[in-house]
């Protein structure tokens, strides 16, 4: 995003079915999609889109090791260097006790570092307002988007073309 | 196999001798092995009665191979039920606490711990449920099969013979889940009388679901290769290499949660189980959690590893070994140490170390031929029921849905066709 305000056309579809046809449509016509928005899930649309898999699961990874290691790494020194207490007859280092705590932690760090992560990465938050393309879109309209802040009227009219023969039901202009 | 499994039960036999080690070796293999068969298939039928339930769909396609499944219980449960006569007439010397005079006061072993369970510890209970289980499940499997069966016949667009399954199976559900907690008491955990765990009947629950899902898993992926279930999608392998990941988990997590609620209560007669367990068997007890758990939890936690045949493949015979090792160290411990107290006691009693035998620490060639036996019996009784109805319920009201599964979504080069 080089400007601060972008044009954007965007068509509406009724149904996901619909919108998973026009998707491979417009990629089959080297069309340049934005975004696509969806009031759900829809299953098959991001290898259609040609998105690759989120790695989102593998910083979920990374926290929850961090947490693992904390947790354990936490408790070994409480108990072994800095406070030890004897409980029920077992050694300062009695690792089966350490496993519960070390479960929560690992599923703790786990949680709220891909949710802190997955915020920063959409730039969601508190505080912030976002643009919307329509506020249909999260009721009952699917959605194809295309930035033509730097297209000719050609290239727009093409677009326009493209979603009237895709069976989208509505396309307008915004600018965001 | 199945020949080959009893010849060498046979030479087990003729060549056990005199020893009472060798001889309650063959007997608690033969145990060890029904009971981990038997329990697959149970578990299998568990979860195709679960699944029928809970109006579940997609596991029709292949539920011909869940209902053949179970055709082992008669099979498994004769076995059982004559090891339990045995033990009854004084055969084997599986379970120590039949023998005679613990609950006499006035006897020299009078046992007080095993005086107070006689209520539920006793031969004709042991034997009337031993005999009572095998037979309603047997009941259950049997109907399952032919009301599923009847629906290949039926009028198309009719749900009659699905509701009238769905009535069965949830007759089954209660049933079959109480009963094979006093079942796995009975055959397993009885024979270390002292010990307890209200956990145990879960633990062994967790081990043979995971088996139930390998053996389904490893059945589809066989009879794909012979041109068989085409039908059978990517999307279907990834739910059950799901279930798989998931119940090799909920094991763990019980396996656990067992040992570390006994280790932490130090109770004497509970700890003393797992304390013999890291002095006698480590090999077992280490490289169980190896199988079971590490393997598992590394190699199947990736999405995309939950479908690839090859890793599913590795992984089922993996977790059917551990499964099978874990068994082995259920029944073998008890019986190694019962017979050890006995043995003592024969000499004046004394303290000396049991020491490393092949059969009750690690198994050896007869343990193995054995299983190879038991598992040639229930691949026999698999393809004998599998083959005498259709793969696939034409009739069922959930099959299209079934042939359509969508699962979660799979790695993007690959499409559900495979």
């Given at each position: 995003?080089?400007?601060?305000?972008?044009?954007?056309?965007?068509?509406?579809?009724?149904?996901?079915?619909?919108?998973?046809?026009?998707?491979?449509?417009?990629?089959?016509?080297?069309?340049?999609?934005?975004?696509?928005?969806?009031?759900?899930?829809?299953?098959?649309?991001?290898?259609?889109?040609?998105?690759?898999?989120?790695?989102?699961?593998?910083?979920?990874?990374?926290?929850?090791?961090?947490?693992?290691?904390?947790?354990?790494?936490?408790?070994?020194?409480?108990?072994?260097?800095?406070?030890?207490?004897?409980?029920?007859?077992?050694?300062?280092?009695?690792?089966?006790?350490?496993?519960?705590?070390?479960?929560?932690?690992?599923?703790?760090?786990?949680?709220?570092?891909?949710?802190?992560?997955?915020?920063?990465?959409?730039?969601?938050?508190?505080?912030?307002?976002n643009k919307y393309i329509d506020p249909r879109v999260t009721d009952d309209k699917f959605c194809i988007a295309f930035d033509v802040s730097?297209?000719?009227?050609?290239?727009?009219?093409?677009?326009?073309?493209?979603?009237?023969?895709?069976?989208?039901?509505?396309?307008?202009?915004?600018?965001? | 196999?199945?020949?080959?499994?009893?010849?060498?039960?046979?030479?087990?036999?003729?060549?056990?001798?005199?020893?009472?080690?060798?001889?309650?070796?063959?007997?608690?293999?033969?145990?060890?092995?029904?009971?981990?068969?038997?329990?697959?298939?149970?578990?299998?039928?568990?979860?195709?009665?679960?699944?029928?339930?809970?109006?579940?769909?997609?596991?029709?396609?292949?539920?011909?191979?869940?209902?053949?499944?179970?055709?082992?219980?008669?099979?498994?449960?004769?076995?059982?039920?004559?090891?339990?006569?045995?033990?009854?007439?004084?055969?084997?010397?599986?379970?120590?606490?039949?023998?005679?005079?613990?609950?006499?006061?006035?006897?020299?072993?009078?046992?007080?711990?095993?005086?107070?369970?006689?209520?539920?510890?006793?031969?004709?209970?042991?034997?009337?449920?031993?005999?009572?289980?095998?037979?309603?499940?047997?009941?259950?499997?049997?109907?399952?099969?032919?009301?599923?069966?009847?629906?290949?016949?039926?009028?198309?667009?009719s749900i009659e013979t699905y509701t009238k399954l769905k009535k069965w199976t949830a007759a089954f559900l209660p049933i079959g889940a109480?009963?094979?907690?006093?079942?796995?008491?009975?055959?397993?955990?009885?024979?270390?009388?002292?010990?307890?765990?209200?956990?145990?009947?879960?633990?062994?629950?967790?081990?043979?679901?995971?088996?139930?899902?390998?053996?389904?898993?490893?059945?589809?992926?066989?009879?794909?290769?012979?041109?068989?279930?085409?039908?059978?999608?990517?999307?279907?392998?990834?739910?059950?290499?799901?279930?798989?990941?998931?119940?090799?988990?909920?094991?763990?997590?019980?396996?656990?949660?067992?040992?570390?609620?006994?280790?932490?209560?130090?109770?004497?007669?509970?700890?003393?189980?797992?304390?013999?367990?890291?002095?006698?068997?480590?090999?077992?007890?280490?490289?169980?959690?190896?199988?079971?758990?590490?393997?598992?939890?590394?190699?199947?936690?990736?999405?995309?590893?939950?479908?690839?045949?090859?890793?599913?493949?590795?992984?089922?015979?993996?977790?059917?070994?551990?499964?099978?090792?874990?068994?082995?160290?259920?029944?073998?411990?008890?019986?190694?140490?019962?017979?050890?107290?006995?043995?003592?006691?024969?000499?004046?009693?004394?303290?000396?170390?049991?020491?490393?035998?092949?059969?009750?620490?690690?198994?050896?060639?007869i343990e193995i031929g054995i299983m190879i036996g038991f598992l040639g019996l229930f691949i026999y009784s698999f393809f004998n029921a599998?083959?005498?109805?259709?793969?696939?319920?034409?009739?069922?009201?959930?099959?299209?849905?079934?042939?359509?599964?969508?699962?979660?979504?799979?790695?993007?080069?690959?499409?559900?066709?495979?």
């Open positions: 995003m080089a400007t601060d305000t972008q044009n954007v056309l965007y068509g509406l579809y009724d149904d996901e079915q619909e919108l998973i046809k026009a998707v491979k449509e417009a990629r089959e016509a080297d069309l340049d999609i934005m975004d696509v928005y969806t009031p759900f899930p829809v299953h098959g649309l991001d290898p259609v889109l040609g998105l690759s898999e989120s790695r989102l699961h593998q910083a979920g990874f990374v926290y929850g090791a961090l947490g693992t290691m904390t947790a354990f790494g936490v408790m070994t020194w409480v108990f072994t260097r800095d406070w030890p207490i004897i409980f029920g007859g077992k050694p300062y280092f009695s690792a089966p006790s350490f496993i519960p705590i070390t479960f929560e932690l690992t599923v703790l760090f786990a949680s709220i570092g891909m949710v802190v992560t997955f915020y920063i990465i959409n730039g969601l938050g508190p505080g912030v307002t730097d297209s000719s009227d050609d290239e727009q009219n093409n677009l326009k073309s493209f979603f009237s023969n895709s069976g989208a039901s509505e396309v307008n202009l915004k600018t965001l | 196999m199945a020949g080959f499994g009893g010849l060498l039960v046979a030479i087990a036999f003729l060549t056990a001798g005199d020893d009472a080690f060798a001889w309650n070796r063959v007997w608690t293999n033969i145990l060890h092995n029904s009971v981990f068969f038997l329990g697959i298939s149970f578990l299998s039928m568990f979860f195709y009665a679960a699944f029928t339930i809970a109006y579940a769909g997609w596991f029709v396609v292949f539920k011909r191979v869940m209902e053949a499944l179970t055709a082992f219980i008669p099979i498994g449960g004769a076995f059982i039920i004559i090891v339990a006569v045995g033990a009854a007439l004084g055969w084997n010397d599986i379970y120590y606490w039949m023998t005679e005079g613990l609950t006499d006061p006035a006897a020299e072993n009078f046992d007080k711990i095993i005086n107070s369970k006689k209520g539920f510890l006793n031969i004709p209970y042991f034997l009337a449920s031993t005999i009572g289980f095998v037979v309603v499940w047997t009941f259950f499997a049997n109907k399952f099969r032919s009301v599923s069966k009847s629906e290949d016949t039926a009028t198309p667009g109480s009963t094979s907690a006093f079942a796995i008491w009975y055959w397993i955990m009885s024979i270390e009388p002292h010990w307890y765990s209200t956990m145990f009947a879960w633990y062994a629950t967790g081990s043979l679901m995971s088996c139930a899902i390998a053996v389904v898993m490893l059945s589809l992926y066989y009879l794909q290769s012979r041109g068989y279930y085409e039908e059978v999608l990517l999307t279907h392998y990834h739910d059950l290499g799901k279930f798989l990941f998931a119940f090799s988990i909920f094991w763990t997590y019980l396996w656990f949660s067992q040992y570390m609620l006994i280790w932490y209560a130090n109770i004497g007669e509970e700890t003393i189980h797992f304390q013999n367990q890291l002095k006698d068997f480590p090999i077992l007890f280490y490289g169980m959690l190896i199988l079971n758990f590490a393997l598992p939890l590394i190699i199947l936690m990736r999405n995309t590893n939950k479908y690839r045949k090859g890793s599913i493949i590795f992984m089922c015979i993996i977790i059917l070994f551990g499964h099978w090792l874990d068994f082995f160290l259920m029944i073998k411990q008890g019986v190694y140490y019962e017979l050890g107290h006995a043995a003592h006691a024969a000499e004046g009693g004394g303290h000396h170390e049991l020491g490393f035998m092949y059969g009750y620490n690690l198994p050896g060639l599998l083959g005498k109805a259709n793969l696939i319920p034409n009739n069922d009201p959930y099959l299209e849905e079934s042939l359509h599964h969508q699962g979660g979504p799979l790695g993007p080069e690959l499409d559900v066709h495979h």
